[in-house]
C-alpha cells in the first residue's frame, strides 16, 4: 500500500489552526487522524497553523503547499480537481444531515412548516465560501452570505437571516460553546438531507501521504475502531438531534464529485441502521 521508506519516515504534519481554543470541531478529525497514522506504525508530529486559517485561505494554502499539509472540508468537484482526497467520508456523511440553529425570539417562523416550498421562504445563513451554500441556492433557497463562522452567529442574534443550518456533527459542539449567544437555540422540528462528504485532503504532490491515511482508514474500518470512534464521539449529539422524530427534507446535491463511494453502505451513516439506542452501553 505504500513504501517502506514512507513508513519509516518521521512524517511532519501540519493542519489548519481553529479558531480558537474552545472550538470542538477539530477534535474528532484530529483524533481519527491520529488512529489512521497509528494503524500504519508511523512515525509523526501533528501540529497547528502557526496562525488561524479560515476555510477558504486553508484551501488556497494547501494548493500552494504553503503552512499545511492536510486540512478536512467537505468535498466539491472543484476542491476535488485543486486538491487530493481521501475518499472516505470521516464523518459516515453526517455532515450533509443538517439541523438548524435559530434565535429563540423568532422560533416561530418555525411552526408548522411540513412541506419545503415553506421551508424556502425561509433564510438560511452560511459561509461565502462554502459548498454548502451553492447547494442550499440550487435547492431554491435565498441564502444570506457571511465571510466566516462567527460572523454567522453576529446575523442569527441581529435577525438577519432565519436559521444557521449545522452539521449534526457538529451542533453540539456549538451549542456549547462559551462564547454562543443564549438567544441561540436547536429548532427541534426539522432537518435537511443531502448526500455530501468530509474528507481528508493534501496537496497533488502528496500522494503517498494520502495513500498512506488511506491504508490507517481502511484498516481501522475492518477491525472496527474507526465506528467505535464514530458512535462514542456522536452519540451523544444524535440523542439531542433524534433524527427519527423530525421532518426529512431531502435535497439534491449538484457538487458531488462523481467519484464520491455513494454505493458503499460501510462508509455512510443510516439513522435507521445507526439509531444511538442501539449502540447502548
Do not use: C
Request: charged residues 25%; glycine residues 4%; hydrophobic residues 40%.
Amino acid at each position: 500500500m505504500f513504501s517502506g521508506s514512507a513508513s519509516a519516515a518521521n512524517w511532519s504534519i501540519h493542519y489548519p489552526r481553529p479558531i480558537n481554543e474552545s472550538d470542538m470541531r477539530h477534535d474528532y478529525p484530529l483524533t481519527l487522524l491520529k488512529l489512521a497514522l497509528s494503524k500504519t506504525g508511523v512515525r509523526y508530529t501533528l501540529t497547528p497553523s502557526e496562525r488561524i486559517l479560515l476555510q477558504g485561505k486553508s484551501i488556497r494554502q494547501l494548493k500552494e503547499n504553503r503552512e499545511i499539509n492536510i486540512l478536512w472540508v467537505m468535498t466539491d468537484v472543484q476542491r476535488e480537481k485543486e486538491l487530493l482526497p481521501i475518499r472516505i467520508p470521516i464523518h459516515k456523511g453526517l455532515i450533509g444531515w443538517r439541523v438548524f440553529l435559530i434565535n429563540q425570539n423568532f422560533a416561530d417562523r418555525f411552526d408548522g412548516i411540513s412541506d419545503f416550498q415553506s421551508l424556502t421562504k425561509l433564510t438560511p445563513l452560511q459561509g461565502a465560501e462554502w459548498p454548502d451554500t451553492k447547494i442550499l441556492q440550487s435547492n431554491g433557497f435565498n441564502v444570506h452570505t457571511v465571510t466566516d463562522f462567527p460572523e454567522a452567529f453576529t446575523r442569527l442574534v441581529l435577525n438577519q437571516g432565519d436559521f444557521f443550518p449545522r452539521a449534526v456533527s457538529e451542533v453540539l459542539g456549538e451549542l456549547n460553546a462559551k462564547s454562543i449567544d443564549p438567544d441561540i437555540v436547536l429548532e427541534e422540528n426539522l432537518v435537511i438531507h443531502y448526500p455530501t462528504a468530509m474528507y481528508y485532503f493534501v496537496n497533488r504532490s502528496n500522494p503517498t501521504m494520502a495513500r498512506l491515511i488511506e491504508t490507517g482508514l481502511r484498516r481501522a474500518l475492518e477491525d472496527g475502531s474507526f465506528d467505535n470512534i464514530f458512535v462514542s464521539h456522536h452519540r451523544e449529539a444524535l440523542l439531542k438531534v433524534d433524527i427519527a422524530n423530525r421532518k426529512i427534507f431531502q435535497l439534491e446535491n449538484p457538487l458531488l464529485p462523481p467519484g464520491t463511494p455513494v454505493d458503499d453502505e460501510a462508509l455512510w451513516f443510516d439513522p435507521e441502521k445507526h439509531a444511538p439506542e442501539a449502540n447502548k452501553d
